[in-house]
């Protein structure tokens, strides 16, 4: 006996609501991947909370955050002037859910250390350049010091010559002071610690007398009177501090140092989740509150390309490398 019409539809219609299950069933046909991001996304600051990079790490992780649809979360890794974090993230699994603040330190790291446990080439995959900064060369004010000829003078005068702190050993606040160092023939003693915010807290206090610190942690202490700006590493005067004269205007022509930060995933990541940060990356970066706070820090946003930071990578290490083999710089 056939089946009555309204039977028969009812048959069809549970037939075809199983199809669905039964192509998922059958062998060899590969599930559909969820969309990413599916969960939390770790972002490894290789420098200790306080600093420009943490700052500027907080910031526009509360705006991928908001693009990605996922809380983004700040690790701070110390050690080893961000090797220690950079090492983690380099042996993380490459699903997007570990990332890195890739900085000017692994580039001169390259060259400053003799082994790593990663390489900053191979290791990392591009995702874009964040904002770049210039570093400010402060001393505490209880010295004699109010401009870069006092400093020369001050050096001079004192047979261990001057004490200049920063956030370790490969850092763009160290090769600053280096680069000075080898420019000036003065006597500098390098005090590298695990990040800008203890270095601050020491050069304060009198335990060492100077540092070349990126701008954003040290323009507080500097407009509290904690610390005295005598000059910048920038090729012109920032707008921030409009009567702290360059290094260049101060007796060193060409003296420019721009440190600068940029997000990175581990190797291997797949395209379309780099392509997908690339655009929350750049999609906060131009968002005019995080413009403004950036600029507060005297940071320039960096809107880019993965290949525009490859680039940079590049030629920063090569810059580094020539440095670091006319300065004699170690790695203390």
Same mark, same amino acid.
């Given at each position: 006996?056939?089946?009555?019409?309204?039977?028969?539809?009812?048959?069809?219609?549970?037939?075809?609501?199983?199809?669905?299950?039964?192509?998922?069933?059958?062998? %060899?046909?590969?599930? @559909?991947?969820?969309?990413?991001?599916?969960?939390? &996304?770790?972002?490894?600051?290789?420098?200790?909370?306080?600093?420009?990079?943490?700052?500027?790490?907080?910031?526009?992780? #509360?705006?991928? =955050?908001?693009?990605?649809?996922?809380?983004?979360?700040?690790?701070?890794?110390?050690?080893?002037?961000?090797?220690? %974090?950079?090492?983690?993230?380099? /042996?993380?699994?490459?699903?997007?859910?570990?990332?890195?603040?890739?900085?000017?330190?692994?580039?001169?790291?390259?060259?400053?250390?003799?082994?790593?446990?990663?390489?900053?080439?191979?290791?990392?995959?591009?995702?874009?350049?964040?904002?770049?900064?210039?570093?400010?060369?402060?001393?505490?004010? =209880?010295?004699?010091?109010?401009?870069?000829?006092?400093?020369?003078?001050?050096? $001079?005068?004192?047979?261990?010559? &001057?004490?200049?702190?920063?956030?370790?050993? %490969?850092?763009?606040? /160290?090769?600053?002071?280096?680069?000075?160092?080898?420019? =000036?023939?003065?006597?500098?003693? /390098?005090?590298?610690?695990?990040?800008?915010?203890?270095?601050?807290?020491?050069? &304060?206090?009198?335990?060492?007398?100077?540092?070349?610190?990126?701008?954003? @942690?040290?323009?507080? /202490?500097?407009?509290?009177?904690?610390?005295?700006?005598?000059? #910048?590493?920038?090729?012109?005067?920032?707008?921030?501090?409009?009567?702290?004269?360059?290094?260049?205007? =101060?007796?060193?022509?060409?003296?420019?140092?721009?440190?600068?930060?940029? *997000?990175?995933?581990?190797?291997?990541?797949?395209? !379309?989740?780099?392509?997908? *940060?690339?655009? !929350?990356?750049? $999609?906060?970066?131009?968002?005019?509150?995080?413009?403004?706070?950036?600029?507060?820090?005297?940071?320039?946003?960096?809107?880019?390309?993965?290949?525009?930071?490859?680039?940079?990578?590049?030629?920063e290490i090569k810059r580094w490398r020539?440095v670091v083999k006319a300065s004699g710089?170690?790695?203390?």
């Amino acid at each position: 006996m056939k089946p009555k019409p309204s039977r028969r539809r009812a048959i069809s219609l549970l037939a075809l609501a199983c199809l669905p299950a039964l192509a998922i069933a059958q062998p %060899g046909t590969p599930p @559909s991947a969820p969309a990413w991001p599916v969960k939390p &996304i770790r972002l490894v600051v290789g420098y200790s909370a306080g600093g420009a990079t943490d700052l500027i790490a907080r910031q526009v992780g #509360v705006r991928l =955050s908001e693009q990605l649809g996922q809380p983004v979360t700040v690790d701070n890794r110390t050690g080893a002037n961000s090797n220690v %974090g950079a090492e983690v993230v380099s /042996h993380a699994p490459p699903d997007g859910y570990t990332l890195y603040v890739f900085t000017i330190a692994n580039t001169i790291n390259a060259s400053l250390y003799p082994r790593l446990g990663y390489e900053p080439q191979k290791d990392f995959e591009p995702i874009g350049l964040i904002a770049s900064i210039p570093n400010v060369l402060v001393v505490n004010p =209880s010295l004699p010091i109010k401009s870069v000829e006092d400093y020369q003078r001050f050096a $001079k005068a004192n047979k261990d010559g &001057i004490t200049f702190a920063s956030s370790g050993s %490969g850092s763009s606040i /160290h090769l600053s002071g280096e680069i000075f160092k080898m420019q =000036s023939r003065l006597n500098l003693l /390098h005090v590298p610690y695990r990040g800008s915010a203890p270095a601050i807290s020491d050069l &304060i206090g009198g335990q060492v007398q100077s540092m070349f610190d990126n701008m954003p @942690s040290a323009l507080p /202490h500097v407009r509290a009177g904690r610390l005295r700006a005598i000059a #910048v590493t920038s090729a012109q005067r920032s707008p921030l501090l409009p009567d702290v004269p360059t290094l260049a205007e =101060s007796g060193y022509p060409g003296f420019e140092v721009q440190s600068w930060f940029g *997000l990175a995933a581990p190797a291997g990541t797949p395209a !379309a989740v780099l392509e997908r *940060l690339n655009q !929350a990356l750049n $999609k906060s970066l131009a968002q005019p509150e995080l413009r403004q706070r950036l600029q507060e820090m005297a940071a320039t946003p960096l809107p880019g390309t993965p290949e525009q930071m490859r680039q940079t990578i590049a030629s920063e290490i090569k810059r580094w490398r020539d440095v670091v083999k006319a300065s004699g710089a170690k790695a203390d």
